[in-house]
């Protein structure tokens, strides 16, 4: 495999194949989380740390791993890492740990994770690798926090906890429940394929 | 090929042991940190059912001492009693409990503070519990811990009950909470472990008190 240029790897992760409005993956955490930036933004962060470092370690062992055993390595490497970030966010940020509750025991079975060390980690030198994870990590960051700016503003009337809706600002309720996440995150991808390139059609597929 | 199994196996085995250990180490570094974080979090959920509430920015230090200068824990016969002191620390303000019992996926732990003449409740946390998050998840709600607030703690019926569940919106009765749509395993686990953990605090606080012992 021809070493792609960091920042190709980069782009393609943030944007071209984004995990979510692309290859709609993680969808369960988008809709669960994204109620407040807060959250958003550490369990992004969470996200980019454990896909980052999992990618690294598959690739650091992908010429010593036994293909047959390779995807129950590639969950050990995964959990183990999301059990750190765990006890990390328990012991320095309790109180988020509280508000993120299940979720961050919950990345494990995010299927960008495991899609990223499966169609890249395994088959590419460690640096890209690491740049792999973290753009994958980054794109899924930017489809959330897009999607929490618009349930936290409209639906709490703060960013960030700061308020920002003027006082007689009615609460849209169903921005913080999980309809509101679904209408959000369903907007965001046809707004964004929109505007994206068109896809191939395949020949003789009529559209 | 039994090479390629047999290395297989003990790559596994050796992974596992290394990623364990690695894991095992970062919580043994930081397990202090997090016993200490889960008692405040502890003492917090006391005052609060009490109703002494911190102003917005208290931090954890100063938690912890207005915890230790208006809360008395006794701990006897197997319960644990939190008995709560106005500022002078003189005053009794109300009493707080623990609430524990299984919930739909697993255990519920909770508090309940009543006042000192055992008449209402005061209020009421769940603190930590494994529920559907946004169904029986909803238990740390605010709407549903007001329900309690203010309650008169009488037993009614055959079975000494002192508090049902009923379908969301039909409650009437004093003694009547809403339940969670959708949420009925979890619902009638709450049901049954307050109502338990009051049947087994609430004449053993009385009584104590009858004797001069709190």
């Known amino acids: 495999m021809a070493t792609m240029k960091s920042r190709t790897i980069f782009l393609t992760g943030l944007w071209k194949e984004n995990p979510v409005f692309r290859q709609i993956l993680g969808i369960c955490s988008a809709l669960a989380v994204t109620n407040l930036m807060v959250n958003t933004l550490i369990m992004s962060l969470s996200l980019i740390f454990v896909t980052s470092m999992a990618n690294v370690t598959v690739s650091i062992l992908r010429n010593v791993t036994p293909p047959r055993i390779r995807m129950m390595v590639q969950t050990l490497v995964i959990a183990a890492y999301v059990i750190i970030v765990d006890i990390f966010l328990k012991a320095y940020l309790p109180d988020i740990s509280d508000a993120l509750g299940p979720y961050v025991g919950l990345i494990i079975t995010n299927c960008i994770i495991m899609g990223r060390c499966e169609a890249f980690a395994r088959s ?35 960013f960030f906890g700061m308020r920002v809706m003027p006082m007689g600002w009615t609460n849209w309720t169903i921005m913080v429940m999980a309809p509101g996440a679904f209408f959000m995150l369903g907007a965001f991808i046809w707004i964004i394929r929109s505007l994206g390139p068109k896809e191939e059609q395949k020949p003789g597929v009529a559209m | 090929m039994i090479k390629k199994r047999l290395f297989s196996v003990a790559y596994m085995f050796g992974l596992t042991f290394f990623f364990t250990a690695l894991v095992s180490g970062i919580y043994e570094v930081n397990e202090e940190r997090i016993a200490i974080n889960e008692q405040i979090k502890l ?33 006897r016969e197997g319960r644990i009693l939190y008995r709560g002191f106005a500022g002078d ?126």
């Open chain 2, 89 to 214: 620390g003189k005053t009794l303000v109300g009493y707080a409990f623990p609430l524990y019992g299984p919930g739909f996926w697993g255990p519920i732990y909770g508090m309940m503070g009543v006042e000192p003449q055992l008449e209402k409740v005061i209020g009421v946390a769940f603190y930590r519990h494994s529920e559907t998050p946004g169904l029986g998840g909803r238990i740390t709600e605010g709407w549903f811990r007001n329900q309690f607030a203010g309650k008169r703690l009488h037993a009614r019926g055959k079975e000494g009950r002192y508090f049902s569940f009923v379908p969301a919106g039909t409650a009437r009765a004093d003694s009547e909470l809403d339940a969670i749509t959708g949420a009925t395993g979890t619902s009638r686990g709450v049901e049954r472990l307050v109502n338990e953990n009051m049947k087994d605090y609430l004449p053993w606080i009385a009584r104590e008190k009858a004797e001069g012992k709190i």
């Open chain 1, 124 to 158: 590419n030198p460690v640096w890209p690798s690491f740049v792999d994870g973290v753009a994958s990590g980054c794109g899924y960051a930017f489809v959330l926090l897009s999607v929490a700016f618009f349930r936290e503003v409209l639906g709490f009337g703060t």
């Open chain 2, 43 to 75: 003492q917090k959920v006391v005052l609060e059912v009490l109703g002494i509430v911190p102003e917005p920015g208290t931090t954890d230090m100063q938690v912890r001492e207005i915890f230790e200068k208006r809360i008395k824990v006794e701990e």
